[in-house]
């Protein structure tokens, strides 16, 4: 009894093998039938994830994907294609790690799935933009400057910002141009700051006999 291939030879790759089996008698009689084997990739990939920190852009948005977050999944028999379960990463989720799915499928259909923390972070610091700001003092001799007077449409990647201005409290002798500083902090503590020059004076209209320590 022998075959074609020879018995313990290996048969790669998917699909059909064409065995010829030969039988031959104590005579010298020889028959011989044609066996088909079907090779089958039947064993899923395996998939390894890794955590990874993903940074806000400019817009606030940021995007993953797979090779991003694969950690050196392998297969058997070829090269993989991968899935996550998330791809598009925003403003709102900043804070908690986000847990994401990654699919490793092998051309032959098996996958195997693994999971992922994706810690989505926003380093971009405000974007501060100013205006110049005539602040008139008043009857006291008193004036005090509002973040609002010299804010030009300050904004950030991911929305809300507090906005604070120092100095803010002015008095007759500071009476001229006097140069102040505009600080934007976000809601994950990234700041930036941009000086501009105010004109502080005194009001014409004002009586001088109710005006306090200035002169006009």
């Known amino acids: 009894l022998s075959q074609n291939p020879v018995a313990g030879a290996a048969i790669l790759g998917v699909g059909t093998t064409n065995v010829k089996v030969y039988a031959e008698d104590a005579s010298g009689n020889i028959d011989s039938i044609t066996v088909i084997v079907t090779t089958k990739d039947v064993m899923a990939p395996t998939a390894v994830c890794k955590d990874i920190n993903l940074y806000l852009d400019g817009t606030g948005s940021a995007v993953i994907t797979g090779a991003d977050i694969d950690n050196g999944s392998t297969d058997n028999c070829s090269a993989l294609s991968f899935f996550v379960s998330k791809t598009n990463f925003n403003c709102a989720d900043v804070g908690a790690p ?27 610091s405000p974007t501060v933009n100013v205006k110049t700001f005539n602040l008139v003092l008043d009857a006291t001799g008193n004036g005090t400057l509002l973040p609002s ?13 507090a906005l604070s201005v120092a100095p803010n409290t002015f008095s007759c002798g500071d009476q001229g141009s006097a140069v102040v500083t505009l600080t ?9 700051s941009k000086n501009v020059a105010i004109t502080i004076e005194t009001s014409l209209n004002i009586n001088i006999i109710t005006l306090n320590n200035c002169e006009i």
């Open 184 to 192: 934007a902090v976000d809601s994950y503590g990234n700041s930036s």
């Open 149 to 161: 007077d010299v804010n030009n449409g300050s904004f950030d990647n991911c929305g809300a910002i």
């Open 98 to 124: 986000v847990s994401v799915t990654l699919t490793a499928t092998d051309v032959n259909g098996n996958f195997s799935t693994c999971n992922s923390l994706v810690t989505v972070l926003d380093t971009i």
